[in-house]
């Protein structure tokens, strides 16, 4: 998935303000913009789009983790440089302290379902055997399924 999506979807889930967006930067030590949030979000199609890289992506989940978890003392981790969407998915996982069945569950809101096996595989470490790649559609699911569970209460 593009990160701009994961971006946006996140903010939509969540109903997320720009100010608490700058908030989350800065809870993992980053200064960022109202405009730089604002061209983030824009439509691909928009002149003023702006593609948010790696860095900066997992910059604003590990403040989400720390708004969601709090903030433990000393130093943040670093942000990784290069992401994907089982590094993406665990952050998620980890900010909303989320076990197996409660990923599962969210995974079934929007109608997809795996077996906790499959699921273990996407988080494991990618030098394992049975570690396996977290493709688009499912992170996709998760976000969709985050939304119902923390924004539509109609579902």
Same mark, same amino acid.
């Given at each position: ?95 909303? @302290? *989320?076990?197996? /069945? ?8 929007? #109608?997809?379902? %795996?077996?906790?096996?499959? =699921?273990? @595989? *996407?988080?494991? /470490? ?8 977290? #493709?688009?559609? %499912?992170?996709?699911?998760? =976000?969709?399924? *985050? ?9």
């Amino acid at each position: 998935m593009e990160n701009n999506d994961i971006l946006r979807r996140v903010r939509f889930a969540f109903d997320l303000s720009d100010s608490q967006m700058i908030e989350m930067f800065k809870l993992a030590d980053y200064n960022v913009t109202r405009a730089e949030i604002s061209d983030w979000l824009k439509k691909d199609e928009d002149p003023a789009f702006q593609q948010i890289n790696d860095s900066k992506l997992a910059l604003f989940l590990n403040g989400f983790i720390n708004a969601k978890r709090g903030k433990k003392e000393g130093p943040q981790p670093p942000a990784e440089t290069l992401l994907n969407n089982n590094i993406v998915f665990r952050k998620l996982k980890i900010a909303l @302290a *989320l076990d197996d /069945s409660g990923v599962l569950e969210v995974l079934e809101l929007a #109608n997809m379902k %795996i077996s906790k096996h499959e =699921l273990s @595989a *996407l988080f494991r /470490s990618p030098t394992t055997t049975q570690y396996r790649r977290c #493709n688009d559609q %499912i992170l996709r699911n998760f =976000l969709t399924g *985050l939304q119902y569970k923390y924004r539509d209460s109609s579902k």
